[in-house]
Structures are given as C-alpha cells and as structure tokens.
C-alpha cells in the first residue's frame, strides 16, 4: 500500500510541476482577455481587477453575451474556442506525458 501511495503522490508533484507552462498560458489569456473587456467597456466605473473577476467567472459559465458589444463578442468566441479546446488539450497532454514518465 505505501508503494501504491508513494507512486500517486510522486505523480501528482510531478503533474503539478509540468503545469508551470500551462499555468503561465492560462494566466496571459485571463490578463489579456482582461485587457480586451477593459477596453470595450464603456462604463467609466469598471476597473482592471473587476474585469478580471468577470473573465474569471466566464472561465466557470456565469456570463450574459446579451450585454456584450459586438466586439467583446467576437473575443469572448475566441476566449472559450481557446479555452475549451486548445487549453484543455494542452492540459490532459501534460497530465498524459507526466504519467507515462512516472
């Protein structure tokens, strides 16, 4: 039993320290997707930290496009084609490779 243990723990520390890249990706596609929203928006009240937190809660499902201009549209399109596809690839072929090392 600890060698079955010893063997799950080794992969999970070792998944998590190949996620380094990934993590990095997904960070610059909040921030930049952050950056994109900020500047669509035209309410003066809205902050970089609030649009952060509303990217951060697309990320999870909980957004309305009936509000969106048409160009905070055409990138939210892109932000969910990149998210779901692209980075969810990206991360089960990290998890794959670490697991094949292990």
């Known amino acids: ?3 079955q243990t010893r063997r799950l723990i080794s992969l999970i520390v070792k998944t ?7 993590t990095i990706v ?11 929203f900020m500047i669509f928006e035209s309410d003066e009240t809205k902050n970089f930290g609030s649009e952060i937190v509303t ?11 009936g509000d969106f201009s048409q160009g ?14 692209v980075l969810l690839n990206m991360l089960i072929a990290i998890m794959g490779d670490t697991f094949n090392r292990v």
């Open 1 to 3: 039993m600890v060698d």
């Open 16 to 22: 998590l320290n190949d996620m380094k890249a990934f």
């Open 26 to 36: 997904f960070l610059f596609l909040v921030l930049g997707l952050s950056v994109i």
């Open 55 to 65: 990217v951060y809660r697309m990320i999870y499902g909980d957004f309305d496009t």
């Open 72 to 85: 905070q549209q055409v990138y939210f399109m892109i932000f969910a084609f990149l998210l779901s596809i």
